[in-house]
């Protein structure tokens, strides 16, 4: 992922609705995004998303450690946005809420305003904060785990050399193989294989040096070229 075109992973459909899945949310105005860039709203999207069934605000409170009346609150504010809806049965905060969209795409593509440019890339360094916490806890936590799971986690690091459209293709073909997969299983529980947990992978690319720029140069990553 980068801040020029933000992707977040997410879900489909609830369970019995539709088996049809929901498009892409692409985010467009400021003003949605900003309405996003609270830590609690981040919170609850990951949560249900992880889910994949309709949570009531004291379940999904239990998750992510925050109070029912907190919850409510914002999943009320995420419904004004579009974001989550109410899945109907149950009243006041046994009410179930469902996510609307299979995730979430924004950045420079979308929009070109500076006041998007700027609430845009802090609503990405929000979610890669989070993403770098949870890396962070696998890092320090891991030998709780079995040797499975350890050899099975990756990190890896990549370096080419590529244009501007070879990367975007790079990066569209990544997320198509990715989304195809195992994408489903967000939605539908009876999908998970049995031993199956949520595992998260990020993908970011970026150019490390500024076109054009003499080799050795640093880019903005602060890389130089050997």
């Keep these: 992922m980068s801040e020029n075109d933000e992707r977040t992973a997410g879900q489909t459909e609830s369970a019995g609705q539709t ?20 830590p609690v709203r981040l919170a609850l999207i990951e949560a249900m998303t992880i889910s994949g069934v309709p949570m009531t605000a004291t379940e999904v409170g239990e998750q992510i450690g925050e109070s029912p009346t907190t919850c409510s609150f914002h999943l009320r504010q995420l419904a004004k946005y579009g974001f989550v809806e109410e899945a109907g049965g149950g009243k006041g905060r046994a ?57 099975a986690a990756e990190s890896s690091e990549y370096v080419f050399y590529l244009t501007a459209d070879e990367l975007a293709g790079l990066n569209q073909e990544m997320t198509t193989i990715l ?3 195992y994408l489903e ?21 970026f150019p490390i040096q500024v076109p054009d720029s003499e080799p050795g140069e640093p880019g903005p990553a602060g890389w130089a070229e050997k």
């Design 95 to 151: 009410r179930p809420w469902r996510m609307k969209s299979i995730g979430m795409s924004f950045g420079a593509s979308h929009n070109t305003d500076p006041e998007y440019e700027i609430a845009s890339r802090t609503l990405a360094q929000m979610y890669r904060e989070r993403s770098f916490a949870r890396y962070r806890t696998w890092m320090e936590s891991q030998a709780s785990f079995s040797p499975e799971w350890r050899k």
């Design 19 to 38: 088996d049809k899945p929901l498009p892409l949310r692409e985010i467009t105005d400021a003003r949605t995004l900003r309405a996003l860039s609270h």
């Design 179 to 181: 989304i195809n997969r």
């Design 185 to 205: 299983r967000l939605n539908d529980p009876a999908l998970r294989p049995a031993g199956s947990v949520p595992v998260e992978m990020l993908v970011m690319s």
